[in-house]
């Protein structure tokens, strides 16, 4: 049977029987595969070093005639080694992979990938706010799916205007003037950043987000909460 290489970071991992392991990985163009890993509990296995968590691997498989291939060999090409020395952000790397292996079908667009690599790599670096990278995360993975925020204009299709203040409507993905609304120009300005073709590194670069990363890191999760599987 023909193998196959790819680049993969390992979403989930199963034991199964005595040593083996099923991996659940995430790839740039074989879409998500579920791999046997024989052996892999062994104390000797060349396999158990390249399917790391927080990592993006090299893998060689081959595909099985049901929905689950055979792991051939595996190795590391990136550790993201730093985001384990955090605790709290190795438990947003953890939320991050649990959403992503849950709101993607046998074959995500390669852009999936991408998302999650720019997210462990932003984890990896203490000097990006871990908001950010949540928000960020959520804002591209709404984005995707095709339900970004309507960023240009109210559900009432209105221009939205810097001097005013608004509510978020969910059931529209827009925004709702209000006099007492609680976002503002800012937020929106913000919001069309975390959309953008930037990385979390880029956005992190810009001045006095820490206040509307900390207000809008909810309403992100609300959103994703209701638009995507998790």
Known sequence: MKRLQTKGIILSRTDYGEADRIVTVLTPGEGKLRLMARGVRKPKSKLAGGIE??????????????EIG?????RLDTHYEAIVQDIARVQLGYDLIKTLNKAT?????????????????A?????????????WSGAQLLKLAGHAPNLRT??????????????FDLDNMAFAPHAQGS???GHIKTLRLLCSDHTPGDINKVQDLN?????????VRVMLSTHIRS
């Open 154 to 167: 109210t559900a009432e299709g209105e221009a939205l205007t810097e001097d005013a203040t608004y509510n």
């Open 183 to 185: 976002l503002n120009a």
């Open 123 to 135: 984890l990896n670096d203490p000097k990006i706010d871990q908001r950010l990278i949540g928000a």
């Open 53 to 66: 968590l927080f990592s993006v691997s090299d893998l060689t498989f081959i595909r099985g005639r049901g």
């Open 105 to 121: 079908e046998d074959e995500p667009e390669p852009e999936y990938f991408e998302i999650l690599r720019e997210a462990l790599e």
């Open 70 to 74: 055979t792991l051939i060999s595996s």
């Open 211 to 219: 206040v509307l990363l900390e207000e809008l890191s909810p309403l």
